[in-house]
């Protein structure tokens, strides 16, 4: 045997190091492949709550993390909002307005660019209320900017790893930062969507009063009118006046609740006494039409906007005496906590009217939708039901319907408990 022919050949094995890089570089491959494919779901929709959602789930998917949030500048005040979070509830989020000085995420938009934070409670620049208000432990914290044309317009903030062993990696802050940029191209293109269909619906319905009203005013011209026709002239459009009143003043309203610019008041009042109250604002409609109105319920104080929460209590209100049989019909209103858990309660109108059927129950939440077996009977903007449940599920709450056609109608909405 020759020497070559002893020597034992060099293992071709990788070693421990060699396959821990082969892991760590899979992993990140896998990260940008989930990541590509998030951002392919992101281009997909451009409903502005449902891609703040995916926004949500795919930074705690991409981080491993335990919570997240989405905070977006007010683009009227500059302020910095909470606008979708995987902790807080909708009233919780009105609740909190995170100052611009003072906070990591305000310190993100100041200086647009990532803040990584390992001991957040030591570190002068976190803001503690949310943790108070939630009754959470903020460890650790990663916030990226949003930004869109050069413009910060948000933060997108992940909340403690979930393993309190692993460590933040630069991988995370890439990643974070990437999915950030790809959701602030996603958000803008959301609000110009929804800018452009707001404004192309509202042209469209106000066409038909402003029709109205320059067919009336040909006819005031012509001379030949007798005093009679005038006058019902005159009152024609009296009437398509107040109906472009309503109509704009609901746009705004509905425009300032989907751009997120309409913010919550929030004051503790008892429920009841506020369905008291707004009662005897439609009381004399219900008594020109002999219609009994019952309320009932417990005594619970709800943390909430007293003026939009009254909002809702009329439209109900009013639409359960439109609705309602010609005369001598029924409104039973009620209030209780939704279980017993008492966190929430729950409210509700009921009619004793013509009903819906099941495809006008389907559309009730849709704007500009009013039934064709009512439309001609019932004057509206077909409005009031949208900006009714925009507002309930701002405070975190959710609203819905019962209804049965010849019986009546029932709709109920939740509220959080103080």
């Not at 494919?37 to 795919?58: G, K, M, P, V, Y």
Request: charged fraction near 25%; include cysteine.
């Amino acid at each position: 045997m020759t020497n070559n022919e002893n020597t034992t050949p060099p293992s071709t094995n990788p070693t421990s190091s060699d396959e821990f890089h082969v892991s760590k570089y899979l992993q990140l491959l896998a990260r940008y492949e989930r990541l590509m494919e998030i951002t392919r779901q992101l281009n997909s929709t451009l409903d502005l709550h449902t891609l703040l959602l995916r926004i949500i789930d795919a930074s705690i998917e991409l981080t491993r993390t335990e919570q997240a949030s989405i905070l977006l500048i007010d683009q009227n005040t500059g302020k910095l909002h909470f606008e979708a979070s995987s902790s807080l509830s909708g009233g919780a989020m009105e609740q909190i307005e995170v100052p611009i000085e003072g906070s990591l995420a305000g310190w993100v938009v100041t200086h647009g660019d990532p803040v990584l934070v390992e001991d957040a409670r030591n570190d002068p620049r976190f803001f503690s209320k949310v943790d108070q208000t939630i009754k959470f432990k903020t460890r650790n914290l990663l916030g990226v900017p949003m930004i869109a044309q050069g413009k910060v317009i948000g933060v997108v903030e992940v909340l403690n790893k979930v393993y309190e062993d692993e460590t933040w990696t630069e991988d995370d802050v890439n990643t974070l930062s990437a999915l950030a940029a790809q959701a602030a191209i996603a958000i803008e293109n959301a609000r110009l969507f929804q800018q452009s269909d707001f404004i192309a619906e509202m042209v469209h319905e106000l066409r038909t009063p402003l029709t109205a009203l320059k067919l009336s005013t040909k006819l005031l011209i012509d001379a030949r009118l007798n005093e009679e026709t005038r006058s019902d002239v005159v009152d024609s459009m009296a009437t398509e006046i107040n109906r472009l009143i309503a109509l704009t003043t609901d746009f705004l309203n509905l425009a300032r609740l989907e751009s997120g610019r309409a913010r919550l008041e929030l004051t503790e009042f008892e429920i009841f006494a506020m369905m008291q109250e707004s009662q005897q604002v439609v009381e004399h409609q219900a008594r020109d039409r002999h219609i009994n109105f019952h309320l009932d319920g417990d005594t619970i104080k709800v943390r909430a906007d007293r003026d939009k929460v009254k909002q809702v209590l009329l439209n109900l209100m009013t639409n359960a005496i439109k609705y309602n049989k010609p005369m001598g019909g029924e409104v039973f209103c009620t209030c209780k906590y939704l279980d017993e858990t008492r966190e929430y309660c729950i409210v509700e109108v009921r009619d004793t009217g013509v009903g819906l059927s099941v495809d006008d129950k389907e559309k009730m939440f849709q704007k500009f939708f009013r039934s064709s077996e009512t439309a001609d009977k019932v004057q509206g903007t077909g409005l009031g039901m949208v900006i009714a449940k925009r507002i309930v599920e701002a405070h975190g709450g959710e609203m819905w319907l019962e209804s049965e056609q010849g019986v009546g109608t029932s709709f109920f909405f939740t509220l959080p408990v103080a």
